[in-house]
């Protein structure tokens, strides 16, 4: 397959046209600070049976642990590996010399969301401050064009998006942190939401509860149909600073519930069905040993590994890749903007699009 995919690279004249044929609306989920080694290997032995990170083993191994990594991981991850792995694409093992990484030096969220949505690693961002991002990013970039004008929509845990994605002039809808979504008609489920947001105790917190998020995404995404939407998941790396693993163990096995379900929904509903994308990624890795697992950033070994996945009818099922390769968090704006048949243009630099993932795609393949 390796071989396969450097001819197309070397013989395919990769048009825009082309990319756009099978791929009519994507939806661009992240999940912060997830580490490559749960997601392909499942628990960590290390850490899961220390008590300092684990307050109940018995449970957690009765839940996540198994004698061999194939197994580990489909308890931890059971639709990942039982049908993005075969229906779809993995990138990011490292156990194979399959790397995804970060470009930006910091390893932090902000960096990390800044560089995947603009595809400019700036080093001027650093730290996790609520100040506007004043660069372009691929999600405001669309709702400029007359295909998507209106069309793109973004949901997030962490109440720093609404610095990040839409630190410009340029806006689109948005909603992140504590904040109830309001529209001149909410379903019930919005309601009920929305009441749950207000009596929480967490509200003051910058991040909320992912299935709060995941709940508003998806009627949302039921009701007005966007044709790009990006839904950002926050508490495994909340619950991994506290040092919770069982906790973000619980959460990552939760994402892939989300998961499920959100592609159950694109293959339920006429708009979506059969000409939608799912692309998935993290925005920054966390500590590869078992006492800095918890942290990342520039000094943090590990901090910079991070992975992505991919599902929907312009992907070829190629499964977990195994051959060697470099990718960077940098190339997915205008990769995900090539799958759309655009452009991606800005006032700032912008990184080429990862060839290896236009390669592998079924329209190349045609």
């Not at 966007?226 to 163990?249: C, N, S, W």
């Not at 960077?328 to 700032?348: R, V």
Request: aromatic share 14%; charged share 20%; glycine share 6%.
């Amino acid at each position: 397959m390796k071989y396969l995919l450097v001819i197309l690279l070397l013989t395919t004249k990769i048009s825009f046209s082309q990319q756009a044929t099978n791929c009519e609306n994507i939806f661009i989920i992240t999940t912060d600070g997830f580490r490559w080694q749960e997601l392909f290997n499942g628990a960590d032995s290390a850490i899961l049976f220390n008590t300092q990170y684990v307050k109940d083993t018995a449970t957690l191994q009765y839940l996540y642990w198994a004698p061999t990594t194939e197994e580990r991981r489909k308890k931890l991850m059971p639709f990942t590996w039982n049908f993005i792995a075969l229906k779809g694409q993995m990138w990011g093992n490292r156990n194979y010399d399959n790397c995804v990484s970060v470009a930006n030096f910091y390893r932090m969220s902000y960096a990390g969301y800044n560089e995947f949505l603009t595809g400019y690693p700036d080093i001027r961002i650093a730290f996790n401050q609520p100040k506007n991002n004043q660069h372009s990013n691929i999600l405001t970039y669309l709702n400029t064009l007359s295909a998507y004008k209106n069309s793109v929509a973004l949901f997030a845990s962490w109440k720093l998006f609404s610095y990040i994605a839409n630190g410009t002039k340029n806006k689109i809808p948005l909603n992140c942190g504590y904040t109830p979504e309001q529209d001149d008609f909410l379903t019930a489920t919005e309601q009920l939401t929305n009441s749950i947001q207000e009596n929480s105790m967490y509200k003051k917190l910058p991040t909320r509860a992912d299935l709060i998020t995941f709940n508003l995404a998806t009627e949302y995404a039921i009701k007005k149909h966007p044709r790009v939407m990006y839904i950002g998941f926050g508490q495994t790396d909340e619950f991994a600073h506290h040092g919770e693993y069982d906790k973000y163990l619980n959460q990552a096995n939760l994402f892939d519930k989300f998961l499920a379900e959100l592609w159950s929904m694109i293959q339920s509903d006429d708009f979506y069905k059969n000409k939608t994308t799912i692309f998935i990624t993290t925005d920054h890795g966390r500590g590869d040993k078992k006492n800095n697992w918890m942290r990342h950033g520039t000094f943090t070994p590990g901090s910079d590994e991070t992975w992505m996945m991919q599902l929907g009818p312009n992907i070829q099922p190629l499964g977990e890749v195994k051959y060697k390769v470099q990718l960077k968090n940098k190339t997915f704006a205008q990769t995900i903007a090539h799958y759309l048949g655009e452009n991606f243009t800005a006032e700032h630099p912008i990184s080429k699009p990862a060839n290896e993932l236009l390669a592998a795609t079924k329209i190349l393949g045609q």
